[in-house]
């Protein structure tokens, strides 16, 4: 929108990308609902064309659907498994954090470009380096 219409003031750019975005709206009823809110920028009208789709979905499937209750112990076991690997995963990102597990992985068959040493890579090469400084 900036680019296409660069000479318009910026309210004037977001309020026809915000018609551009109510025209798109695929949804007859989606579309003429928002068109009805008459927003002015793009971020309400995605938001309220959004919210408006919520809506009417859960409201169609609502009304074929119940809770119920079951006392199943099934469920406490897969608690306790996710919390186990939750504080797994938060103690490895711990231990990253901190830098303890800072070693840099290399791959033993990396060779060099310029000078042909094993395990090293053209970035790190010494010959280039002293190339450079003459």
């Not at 809110?37 to 979905?57: H, I, N």
């Not at 409201?59 to 939750?86: A, G, L, Q, Y």
Request: aromatic share 8%; net charge positive.
């Amino acid at each position: 929108m900036s680019l296409a219409y660069a000479e318009y003031p910026p309210d004037v750019r977001e309020g026809l990308a915000a018609q551009y975005l109510v025209d798109a709206i695929r949804d007859e009823n989606t579309q003429h609902s928002t068109r009805l809110m008459d927003t002015k920028d793009l971020k309400s009208s995605l938001a309220y064309s959004m919210k408006y789709k919520a809506v009417r979905t859960v409201s169609k499937t609502s009304r074929h659907v119940r809770s119920i209750e079951t006392e199943d112990h099934t469920s406490r076991e897969i608690d306790d498994k996710f919390e186990f690997f939750f504080n797994r995963l938060e103690k490895l990102l711990n231990n990253s954090v901190a830098g303890k597990k800072n070693t840099p992985r290399r791959n033993s068959n990396v060779t060099c470009w310029k000078c042909n040493k094993k395990r090293q890579v053209q970035r790190e090469c010494q010959a280039i380096t002293s190339n450079q400084e003459n």
